[in-house]
């Protein structure tokens, strides 16, 4: 029990020195008070299997394509107070196992049947707007607000750290291909980390924040910056392939399709980009900023909401409107495509799902706060958050 304390008092560094006897105190402190700092341990090796949700957008091209074809009406099967607001992207769930990320630094692990909490690691206070990376039976997450740690690789299996690391304040998922972990720091410095050893591999300097998650495809990596970049570096090596200028800041996360780059910007436009040599092959201005990252629906249409509350669905072939849908909120988070249908929510405090060819409104669900966080999809069940809240849903019994 003593060892296990200080394996979770050294992820959770206190802010402050101590005497040794003042350290017994607060060891004693912490036996009382396991909620505080306490760990996650699972009784099981996690099993990744086809269409376990392991990272933000659910692949590193940033599709936002669930591997189930889940069909409303939804029930909803359990909530949680998490006693903090989740971000953006901050749900990843593999065997079963639901992990979360907050606002106030917890990662919290749940039993997505009956939503038991299995654990959490508390940060005191830390930035974890991002989403987890399951990496068999590690984790790997990103948080801000630590001037000591930002990167950490967490053991599921035995409960402690495999390693951690200081890349500055993360404010953007981390995201693996081929066994390296790539994120973007306000510093302005894209990183390429090694999975297993946290040795940085290379690092690329964007010279402005990064809050813009990357999207990877083959040999390239691809990421927006507040300057309005949009670079795209080359993984061997981290040098720059291209880059292009919006008309303003490019916060969201791109996505890559067919050899092309999609993505939105501040400056209310939303464009796409050869993968190639970055030059613009269409872009479409839909007057409001766009924050959140997109959609492939059907391999035909890219599906992105913007801050006027609508949901649009563009032709990726030339940019030609397909359908709006309204909302009364904000659409800050990415929508998720599930076989004929999409799945999103809004700041009007509810979860949507559409008919992803015409827009078509097949069920919706009032959710007690503002829901700025994309859903994910595992097997029956549905995932998302609404400000410190996370939700579960399964499909509704027939009948």
Not at 81 to 90: H, K, N, Q
Not at 170 to 176: E, V
Not at 195 to 210: C, E, F, L, R, V
Request: with cysteine.
């Amino acid at each position: 029990m003593i060892n296990r304390l200080l394996t979770h008092i050294s992820v959770c560094r206190l802010p402050f020195a101590v005497s040794r006897s003042a350290f017994y105190v607060l060891l004693f402190s912490f036996c009382l008070l396991l909620y505080n700092c306490t760990g996650i341990s699972l009784s099981q090796k996690i099993n990744v299997s086809d269409g376990d949700w392991l990272e933000a957008g659910g692949a590193a091209n940033q599709q936002n394509i669930s591997y189930f074809n889940l069909q409303p009406p939804l029930d909803l099967k359990w909530s949680f107070d998490i006693d903090a607001g989740v971000g953006f992207s901050a749900i990843a769930v593999s065997d079963a196992v639901v992990l979360v990320n907050s606002l106030a630094g917890d990662l919290i692990a749940f039993d997505i049947s009956g939503g038991g909490k299995l654990g959490k690691l508390n940060y005191l206070g830390r930035d974890a707007g991002t989403t987890p990376l399951i990496n068999g039976n590690n984790v790997i997450f990103s948080f801000a607000g630590d001037r000591d740690y930002s990167l950490i690789s967490y053991d599921l299996e035995n409960g402690k750290n495999n390693w951690r690391i200081d890349l500055g304040f993360l404010q953007t998922s981390p995201i693996m291909h081929n066994g390296f972990v790539y994120a973007g720091s306000l510093d302005g410095i894209f990183f390429k980390v090694d999975a297993k050893t946290d040795s940085i591999m290379w690092k690329y300097d964007a010279k402005a924040q990064i809050h813009s998650t990357c999207a990877i495809d083959s040999d390239y990596a691809v990421f927006g910056a507040d300057n309005g970049g949009i670079y795209c570096v080359n993984v061997t090596d981290g040098s720059l392939k291209w880059k292009t200028i919006a008309g303003g800041p490019v916060v969201a996360t791109p996505l890559i399709f067919d050899n092309k780059v999609f993505v939105g910007s501040y400056d209310s436009c939303y464009y796409c980009l050869n993968l190639s040599d970055g030059v613009l092959v269409w872009k479409k201005n839909i007057h409001t900023k766009i924050l959140g990252g997109s959609s492939l629906f059907n391999a035909q249409n890219v599906i992105f909401g913007g801050v006027d509350g609508n949901l649009n669905s563009l032709k990726a072939s030339d940019g030609s409107s397909s359908w709006v849908v309204h909302t009364k909120g904000v659409i800050g988070s990415s929508p998720l495509c599930s076989g004929p249908n999409i799945y999103f929510t809004s700041y009007d405090f509810n979860i949507y799902c559409i008919e992803g060819s015409s827009g078509s409104q097949l069920w919706n669900y009032e959710l007690e706060g503002k829901s700025r966080t994309s859903p994910v999809i595992w097997r029956d069940y549905l995932v998302v958050a609404a400000d410190k809240v996370v939700y579960c849903f399964i499909k509704k019994p027939q009948g």
